[in-house]
């Protein structure tokens, strides 16, 4: 379904932790198309020995699509996400469904904690290899500048990391990217690796090149920017250029704007070994 990106082709190494970052062709509004394509290419990824699969930014419903997040919102509980949670439990592997449109008054119906008792949130949810769900990211800052995000989410307000797959797992979500304060939180929160499933629009090219390195070179820490592909029926189109940087900020795996699957072999012992070359953190003043 999908092609792929990789920096390597060869069989993983079992010391490492293969990453798939799912760049999908996201059609707004056409929720069941878009879940079955995502459903697809986790199968794929796990097929090549993904230890863990990230899918962008609301990839079921598309983020330029504002009109259809109503209809389109779930509780977390839902069986929607429940597919994701079966196909982590079926390979194996776990699974970021990051992000979707949550219903936080059907989440908290269902005993979920949530930071409003009504209202939509932009909701990414990380799965182990057994399929528990193990984190919970609500975006944080919400795009205004002309979108209607910030007018129709509720912000989050939690910052936890989940240690998955070999590593300390934290989420932030595509605008979270300029606040680097945020990065700092999930640091000293013990995080190694950030997921940060997103759908960064043209023409903001550099920015998203260089907020994600940016990241990763101050906290010395693993960052992989997942973001969609496609044209929206707005006239936005997606970047792409889903990328993984090493904990030096150098990209390991990267991709133009086509549909692909960037595939990355991460060493977990990689941060500590930076960080004790290269020991930056230590001479922080600000906390």
């Known amino acids: 379904m999908t092609d792929t990106a990789t920096t390597d082709t060869s069989a993983p190494d079992t010391s490492t932790t293969r990453l798939a970052c799912v760049q999908l062709e996201i059609d707004g ?3 069941e198309a878009n879940l079955t394509r995502a459903l697809e290419a986790i199968d794929e990824a796990a097929a090549d020995g993904a230890d863990l699969i990230a899918l962008p930014e609301l990839f079921d419903v598309g983020y330029f699509a504002f009109e259809t997040y109503e209809r389109a919102a779930v509780s977390l509980a839902s069986e929607r996400l429940e ?7 079926r390979h194996g592997v776990a699974i970021l469904a990051g992000t979707v449109i949550e219903d ?6 269902d005993g979920l904690d949530v930071p409003a008792e009504s209202g939509l949130a932009n909701t990414a949810v990380l799965f182990d290899a057994t399929g528990t769900r193990r984190l919970v990211y609500r ?5 205004g500048y002309g979108s209607a995000e910030s007018e129709r989410l509720e912000p989050g ?3 936890d990391v989940a240690d998955v797959a070999g590593f300390t797992v934290g989420v932030t979500t595509c ?3 300029r606040f680097p304060e945020l990065y700092r939180r999930l640091l000293d929160a013990g995080a190694d690796l950030v997921l940060v499933p997103s759908a960064w629009p043209y023409p903001r090219v550099e920015h998203w090149q260089t907020l994600p390195r940016s990241r990763a070179i101050e906290n010395l820490s693993y960052v992989a920017a997942i973001n969609g592909s496609g044209t929206f029926e707005s006239g936005d189109t997606l970047v792409g250029r889903t990328t993984v940087y090493d904990p030096w900020g150098t ?3 990267t991709c133009d704007d086509a549909p692909k699957t960037v595939t990355a072999d991460l060493d977990p012992d990689r941060v500590a070994a930076v960080r004790e070359e290269f020991p930056a953190l230590g001479d922080r003043r600000i906390e």
Do not use: M, N, Q
């Open 83 to 89: 597919r994701f949670a079966d196909r982590a439990r």
């Open 139 to 143: 975006k944080h800052h919400l795009f």
């Open 251 to 253: 990209p390991i795996a």
């Open 157 to 159: 307000e939690r910052v």
């Open 175 to 177: 605008y979270d990217l």
């Open 29 to 31: 509004g056409t929720v």
């Open 104 to 109: 936080l008054a059907a989440s908290a119906a």
